[in-house]
């Protein structure tokens, strides 16, 4: 089953393996041992990261390190544009309301 970069970080355990190795690349190994399931758990996780390239992988002798891809995050980013444009415009009328209530108030 393919998922999408939305399935991908909907799941609270890859959010967290997305942190963990956005500050520094990681083996399946150094990942599993800062949750509380599995290492087949974790390579699954790990898999649907790939799968979606937010993560991406190097092979370093028998090791695979395993290094977040923030040009992917962007997908995200430009949908939550069209919301945050939204929310700043609502909020810049809320501002000026509770400052014409505040001046009638005075």
């Given at each position: 089953m393919?998922?999408?970069?939305?399935?991908?970080?909907?799941?609270?355990?890859?959010?967290?393996?997305?942190?963990?190795?956005?500050?520094?690349?990681?083996?399946?190994?150094?990942l599993s041992?800062?949750?509380?399931?599995?290492?087949?758990?974790?390579?699954?996780?790990?898999?649907?990261?790939?799968?979606?390239?937010?993560?991406?992988?190097?092979?370093?002798?028998?090791?695979?390190?395993?290094?977040?891809?923030?040009?992917?995050?962007?997908?995200?980013?430009?949908?939550?544009?069209?919301?945050?444009?939204?929310?700043?415009?609502?909020?810049?009328?809320?501002?000026?309301?509770?400052?014409?209530?505040?001046?009638?108030?005075?």
């Open positions: 393919k998922h999408d970069i939305f399935q991908a970080i909907a799941d609270p355990t890859r959010r967290a393996i997305l942190v963990l190795i956005a500050t520094q690349s990681m083996t399946p190994n150094a041992e800062h949750f509380n399931t599995s290492r087949q758990a974790v390579s699954k996780h790990i898999q649907v990261l790939t799968e979606t390239q937010l993560l991406q992988q190097e092979k370093s002798g028998r090791e695979i390190y395993y290094y977040f891809n923030p040009d992917k995050m962007k997908e995200v980013d430009q949908w939550l544009e069209q919301f945050r444009n939204l929310w700043e415009n609502r909020f810049d009328q809320l501002e000026q309301y509770l400052s014409q209530t505040k001046i009638k108030k005075s």
